[in-house]
C-alpha cells in the first residue's frame, strides 16, 4: 500500500545547468511528521551523507527560509528550482506499507544534492500550518547518520515507536497500546497512569513478562502515557 510519495525532477548529469523541480506528491503531514513527513526526512538523510559541511550550512539555512515562509531568491544552491520540467529526468522516491511494515523505495537518477533539495522545496506545497514542523523534521534528517529504517523512523518522529500505527494516528495507537476499549477515547490522567502501570506489570519479566520483548514494550508502553497525557 502507498503510504507516501515524492516524485523529483532535476537536470540530467550530462546537463550544465543544473535545476529542480517536483512532480505528483502523495504527502500526507498530519498529525506532524506524519508519513509524508518521514519520507521528506528519509530522501534527506540518506542523500545528505555525503554532501560537503558547506553544503549542509547552506541547506540549514534553506530549510528555515522555506519553513519561515520567506521568499527564495533563485538559483539557490547551484540549482533552479523551476516549474517547467520539460526535459529534465525523474525520480521517485515511496514509503509502502504492509501490515505493521514500512519500507523505503528510492529512484535515484540525480546526484545528492538535487534529491535533497527536491525534499526541501517539497515542504512549499504544504499547508502553512504544517511547514514550520515539517522542516524542524528535516533538520533533524541532516543530522542523521544511521541506516534508513526503524531506528530513523523514530528518531525522526521523536517518539519511542516507527510502528506504522503509531505515526498513522498516535492517539488512537497510545490508547491500544495501554489497553483501552474503542468507547474509551478521552480518558483522564489518572486512568491513563493506572494502566499504565498495569500494563507495565504484565510485561515486565519480574512478573512472567517475556524477557527478549520487554524492553521494547517498556518503550512503547511509556511513548504511549506520553502520547495521552500530553494530549
Known amino acids: 500500500m502507498l503510504l507516501a510519495e515524492l516524485e523529483i525532477f532535476h537536470s540530467r548529469s550530462a546537463q550544465p545547468t543544473r535545476r529542480v523541480a517536483l512532480g505528483h506528491l502523495v504527502l500526507p503531514v498530519e498529525p506532524a511528521p ?13 542523500h545528505a551523507l555525503d554532501l560537503a559541511s558547506d553544503d549542509i550550512t ?23 528550482y523551476q516549474v517547467d520540467r520539460h526535459g529534465l529526468a525523474v525520480s521517485t522516491h515511496r514509503l509502502i506499507g504492509e501490515g505493521e511494515e514500512m519500507s523505503f523505495e528510492f529512484a535515484d537518477r540525480g546526484g545528492d544534492l538535487a534529491q535533497v533539495l527536491g525534499a526541501i522545496y517539497a515542504i512549499e506545497r504544504l499547508d502553512q500550518q504544517h511547514r514550520s514542523s515539517i522542516a524542524d523534521v528535516l ?35 497510545a490508547l491500544e497500546r495501554l489497553g483501552f476499549s474503542d468507547v474509551e477515547t478521552s480518558p483522564s490522567s489518572r486512568e491513563v497512569s493506572r494502566r499504565y ?35
Open 34 to 46: 506524519g508519513l509524508g513527513g518521514i519520507l521528506l526526512g528519509a530522501v534527506v538523510a540518506r
Open 58 to 80: 547552506g541547506l540549514r539555512r534553506l530549510i528555515s527560509d522555506i519553513g519561515a515562509g520567506r521568499r527564495v531568491v533563485q538559483p539557490r544552491m547551484r540549482h533552479r
Open 139 to 173: 533538520i533533524q534528517a541532516l543530522r542523521w547518520k544511521g541506516p534508513i529504517g526503524p531506528s530513523m523512523v523514530a528518531f525522526l518522529a521523536g517518539a519511542q515507536s516507527s510502528s506504522l500505527a503509531a505515526l498513522a494516528d498516535p492517539r488512537a495507537w
Open 197 to 231: 502501570r498495569q500494563q507495565m506489570r504484565s510485561v515486565h519479566p519480574d512478573h512472567g513478562g517475556d524477557h527478549e520483548d520487554a524492553s521494547a514494550a517498556i518503550r512503547e508502553l511509556a511513548e504511549a502515557r506520553r502520547i495521552l497525557t500530553k494530549s
